[in-house]
């Protein structure tokens, strides 16, 4: 089945240095595919952080940046200095049209900790 | 706009007991999951719908969980005969179609001891 691999965690990075979370993805048989990053801040829901629906573009929030791999079907999030309120659990995810019906696929998800 | 609302936030069960979880999707969003969501498996995909219409259920487990999305402002969960290993964290999402992104709730844990 389809799946996503990413960094596992936890990940400790000193404040203002820079960060990369990787995330690839394996499928059988996709259409359509759109890749996302959620993130889960303290004490918060799961919220999107940014999506990109077509190969080879970068999508970027909040400073974050991801590119859309389709030859090398990555995802990486990367951020060049970070903020001790980037503290939470990633998630990076691909939604595709398989088999008929429309299904996201999660990684097991990052936990990142940033120290002053 | 007030999101996705899932209720209750905490719900404990006797092993053997029945717990229904409740989820109110945002307005006007056709499309509506149920992840569950636990240490060891991360995001577990459960069941969809869209247009209230049960799309692909193949995430639940066949014997003791059910849902249902009788009108467009409500959907639920129910487990019966709850189980330890049942205890998670249930998430509903919500999003205007499919191929969308998805809005989370906060998400329901249950406990069963």
């Known amino acids: 089945g389809d799946s996503v691999t990413q960094t596992e965690g936890p990940v400790t990075v000193s404040e203002s240095e820079s960060l990369i979370i990787n995330c690839t993805y394996s499928a059988t048989s996709i259409a359509y595919p759109n890749l996302f990053w959620y993130v889960r801040y303290p004490g918060e829901g799961l919220q999107l952080l940014l999506k990109?629906?077509?190969?080879?573009q970068k999508g970027s929030s909040r400073g974050f940046e991801a590119t859309y791999n389709k030859e090398t079907t990555s995802f990486h999030l990367q951020k060049a200095s970070v903020q001790e309120s980037d503290s939470a659990v990633y998630y990076c995810a691909l939604g595709a049209l398989n088999t008929g019906n429309y299904k996201y696929v999660f990684g097991a998800g990052t936990r990142l900790k940033v120290i002053a | 706009n007030a999101g996705v609302i899932q209720t209750p936030r905490h719900k404990v069960t006797g092993k053997g007991q029945e717990a229904t979880l409740w989820c109110e999707p945002i307005s006007g969003h056709s499309a509506v999951f149920w992840y569950r969501q636990t240490i060891v498996q991360g995001l577990e995909f459960l069941t969809y719908?869209?247009?209230?219409?049960?799309?692909?259920d193949s995430g639940m487990p066949k014997e003791r969980f059910s849902a249902q999305m009788p009108n467009q402002s409500h959907s639920t969960l129910k487990i019966q005969s709850t189980q330890p290993q049942d205890s998670a964290v249930y998430l509903c999402a919500s999003s205007w179609d499919w191929a969308e992104t998805l809005y989370f709730g906060s998400g329901t844990r249950l406990t069963v001891l």
């Open positions: 990109v629906i077509t190969a080879g």
């Open positions: 719908f869209r247009n209230q219409a049960p799309i692909d």
